[in-house]
């Protein structure tokens, strides 16, 4: 199976940078594209951005306004979300995911899923 370990997340203020990283392990061209979701306090699990690994071909949520920028290594099975302006709204753990599909929003078709970095931004 594909192991998805994601890293970065911390403490921030409001205004700062932030890059998260999710590196993967496992079988090879076993996912088409990955995603970065995102779950706020009392919020439901929502998507955030989302990579082809062969094309590089992206498509990001509207919440995001040209903020944050996903990208991938391929050499290295890594995918990142570099984050800027960075506000208390985007207070949430942040979950790295794989896809069969060529690139996704839809949480449904992601089937791997890590275990989630603490990103917080003070006000």
């Known amino acids: 199976q594909v192991q998805l370990v994601e890293s970065g997340g911390r403490l921030v203020q409001a205004g700062d940078s932030l890059t998260l990283s999710c590196a993967a392990s496992?079988?090879?061209?076993?996912?088409?594209?990955m995603g970065w979701f995102r779950r706020g306090p009392g919020k439901e699990r929502e998507f955030v951005a989302a990579?082809?690994?062969?094309?590089?071909?992206?498509h990001y949520a509207d919440f995001v306004q040209d903020r944050f920028t996903i990208s991938r290594d391929n050499a290295k099975n890594t995918v990142y979300l570099q984050m800027s302006t960075l506000g208390p709204e985007d207070t949430a753990v942040y979950y790295c995911?794989?896809?069969?599909?060529?690139?996704?929003?839809?949480?449904?078709?992601?089937?791997?899923w890590g275990q989630g970095t603490q990103v917080t931004v003070s006000s």
């Open positions: 995911a794989a896809s069969p599909h060529l690139l996704t929003e839809v949480l449904t078709m992601y089937n791997y």
């Open positions: 496992g079988s090879a061209f076993s996912s088409n594209s």
């Open positions: 990579i082809n690994w062969r094309h590089g071909t992206t």
